[in-house]
């Protein structure tokens, strides 16, 4: 589902987000991200797409071991997406068995680089 967003007042050269995840044990996850529209099917206003160029890896949570994971997104298609204002962000679970739940983000700070 895309939501607007205004793009910053100055190109960015590099952003992240760090800070904290939470989930139940027993799952891992990968986040992608797209600075173009990363596919066309969509269910209930969702998009469920293959891997494909527009879409990249931009960071893994693996809650093997705890409920509480440190979290770093970054890459690319992220930080393009943050100067066009077209950014999506996936998600798609690697192990485990997916139930119903919340994903808590926790503490995120935002880190950029831009040109002087």
Request: with cysteine.
């Given at each position: 589902?895309?939501?607007?967003?205004?793009?910053?007042?100055?190109?960015?050269?590099?952003?992240?987000?760090?800070?904290?995840?939470?989930?139940?044990?027993?799952?891992?996850?990968?986040?992608?991200?797209?600075?173009?529209?990363?596919?066309?099917?969509?269910?209930?206003?969702?998009?469920?797409?293959?891997?494909?160029?527009?879409?990249?890896?931009?960071?893994?949570?693996?809650?093997?071991?705890?409920?509480?994971?440190?979290?770093?997104?970054?890459?690319?298609?992220?930080?393009?997406?943050?100067?066009?204002?077209?950014?999506?962000?996936?998600?798609?679970?690697?192990?485990?068995?997916?139930?119903a739940g919340t994903l808590q983000f926790r503490n995120m700070v935002a880190k950029i680089?831009?040109?002087?």
């Open positions: 589902m895309k939501q607007g967003f205004e793009k910053p007042p100055v190109g960015l050269t590099r952003a992240s987000l760090e800070g904290t995840l939470t989930y139940k044990t027993g799952v891992s996850f990968t986040f992608y991200a797209a600075d173009t529209e990363p596919c066309t099917t969509q269910t209930n206003g969702l998009y469920l797409c293959d891997q494909n160029p527009a879409i990249e890896e931009i960071g893994k949570a693996n809650f093997t071991s705890s409920p509480t994971q440190p979290l770093l997104l970054s890459g690319n298609k992220l930080t393009n997406g943050i100067n066009t204002g077209d950014l999506w962000i996936g998600i798609k679970l690697e192990s485990g068995l997916f139930t680089a831009v040109l002087p």
